[in-house]
């Protein structure tokens, strides 16, 4: 026994040293605060201040962010968590997606694919959110591409009334797209592109996982991750999608973020950002082709985080801005000063104490049974563009996140809510990857930079794993997975976690808005 025990932590081991070494030779530093921080080399060193809460509040028993592995067995994460923030209302259904969408009064809940055909409204789920705390369904879309798992696709252009989404599938996905008119009736949305690429017909030439409008809501970009191909959609006619350009752009493609006037792109790439000036796509005479190339205006790669999710732009008065979220390595959201698009300059970072290196042997013990995502940022939100005073983040297994953000450089935690676990509740949950497929349990710590550091620095995660190890296989669902990004409307949070589908949240008056 005592000779597999060494096996397994030596090869445990050395995947996550592997990792990190790759990383450090592959991502060159250009950071500015705090002093002395480097990211060729450094983890962000501290945590934003946790929410003081109020009396009555449900709150973490653990550090900041954890859902601590004696909670999970004891069955305590059942009851979730809430610091500032009440659930008012829910639509659970068959579960969510990765990433749902909302607009005026509705909410868009992603599809799951192959496993949403085994519950009775395969598609996404259009909820009328008209009463709060009532959340109804009102609609199912089942085209192709709604039925064909929509992944990280869904999103809506509020300028246009326009809601679009792509059939991925598991992973990547190509060919089928589906765009509808929610301007007039968002409970109903009306399909406009009854051609190619909406019906079993030709599908139109696009790879995808995720995707997102330009700010004009004149074209759809989709991303298909590796080898790092993006296709610009025309939607001038929204009934006639038509691929205007397409290309590789590096090693991979993520997630999408834009400028307001729609010019230069930043395309998450894996191991940071690349920016793009996309100008003659975006001036472009309607419905024709560009057939240039794409001149890249710089690349800011970073070895604190991986898997580089999405962009949010934003300006501090009056300067250009961009939020960058990690889905792995515990990055958490980085802040960069976007003044010269060529030299992105880090500026500030959003972390929970789960996230720091010293914590990484509770966050790799706490989270073996519940699937490859652990206690990591994945979809924002800000609650406006020009100096924003908050941001809501779907942080996976921490739950739900919101943060005091007036100040670029004194980031702090505002609220958050944890979701109750649905622990036992897998065939009931026929859209929610994490309850049919996420739960196929792999350690979340491969490939992890901090946990990887630790292992170098002697205080091994690896160790928790080991000591038990009943929790390599199997998937409790002890925590929820919020994916999605929480969204503002008011005071209020409309977001989906996989488990829990669709929730209204109603943060404290005392805690948001802020003035």
């Known amino acids: 026994m005592g000779t597999a025990r060494s096996m397994i932590r030596a090869a445990l081991t050395l995947a996550v040293v592997t990792a990190a070494a790759t990383a450090l030779t592959m991502s060159p530093a250009m950071a500015t605060a705090p002093p002395g921080y480097n990211d060729l080399t450094d983890v962000w060193p501290t945590a934003a201040p946790q929410a003081s809460c109020r009396d009555g509040d449900r709150v973490e028993t653990g550090i900041q962010g954890e859902v601590p592995l004696e909670d999970r067995k004891s069955g305590r994460s059942t009851k979730g968590y809430n610091c500032n923030i009440d659930l008012v209302g829910r639509y659970q259904g068959q579960g969510a997606g990765i990433v749902s969408a909302t607009y005026k009064n509705c909410s868009y809940t992603g599809s799951t694919f192959p496993t ?84 079993l017909t030709m599908p139109i030439p696009i790879t995808t996982h995720e995707g997102d409008f330009s700010p004009d809501g004149n074209t759809y970009w989709v991303t298909g991750i590796a080898p790092g191909y993006v296709s610009a959609v025309d939607l001038t006619d929204p009934r006639n999608p038509m691929i205007v350009w397409s290309g590789i752009t590096g090693i991979e493609a993520h997630g999408v973020g834009f400028s307001p006037d729609g010019n230069t792109l930043y395309l998450s790439n894996l191991l940071g950002l690349t920016v793009i000036d996309v100008t003659a796509v975006q001036n472009r005479k309607p419905r024709t082709i560009v057939a240039q190339l794409m001149p890249h205006v710089g690349e800011k790669l970073w070895a604190d985080g991986q898997i580089t999710q999405h962009t949010i732009y934003a300006t501090y008065a009056g300067k250009p801005h961009v939020f960058s979220v990690d889905e792995g390595g515990s990055g958490g959201v980085k802040l960069f000063d976007a ?29 073996t049974a519940n699937g490859v995502f652990g206690y990591d940022a994945h979809y924002c939100a800000i609650d406006r563009p020009d100096d924003p005073t908050a941001m809501a983040c779907g942080w996976i297994q921490s739950g739900i ?18 979701p109750p676990a649905q622990t036992g509740k897998h065939l009931q949950l026929t859209n929610s990857i994490h309850a049919l497929l996420g739960s196929i349990a792999a350690p979340p710590i491969i490939g992890t930079l901090a946990v990887a550091r630790a292992v170098l620095q002697g205080d091994s995660p690896i160790d928790g794993i080991i000591n038990d190890q009943s929790r390599l296989i199997g998937g409790d669902l002890s925590a929820d997975w919020c994916l999605s990004p929480p969204e503002f409307h008011g005071d209020q949070l409309w977001v989906t976690c996989m488990d829990n589908g669709f929730m209204t949240l109603q943060l404290d008056p005392a805690a948001y808005p802020l003035t």
């Not at 996140?401 to 944890?418: G, L, M, Q, T």
Request: charged fraction near 20%; glycine fraction near 10%; charge should be neutral.
């Open 116 to 199: 949403n055909f085994l519950g009775p409204n395969p598609g996404v789920q259009v909820l009328d959110v008209s009463d709060p705390r009532a959340p109804r369904l009102s609609a199912v879309l089942t085209e192709p591409a709604m039925v064909g798992g929509t992944w990280e696709s869904l999103k809506v252009n509020q300028k246009r009334g326009l809601l679009v989404g792509t059939g991925v599938g598991l992973l990547e996905g190509a060919g089928y797209i589906s765009v509808y008119d929610i301007s007039q009736d968002c409970a109903h949305p009306r399909l406009l592109n009854h051609g190619a690429g909406s019906q």
């Open 401 to 418: 996140r919101v943060f005091d953000i007036r100040d670029p450089d004194d980031f702090k935690e505002i609220a958050y809510y944890n």
């Open 339 to 367: 003044v010269d698009s060529s030299n992105l300059r880090q500026r500030n970072a959003l972390k929970l104490a789960i996230n720091l290196p010293e914590n990484a042997n509770r966050w790799a013990r706490s989270t």
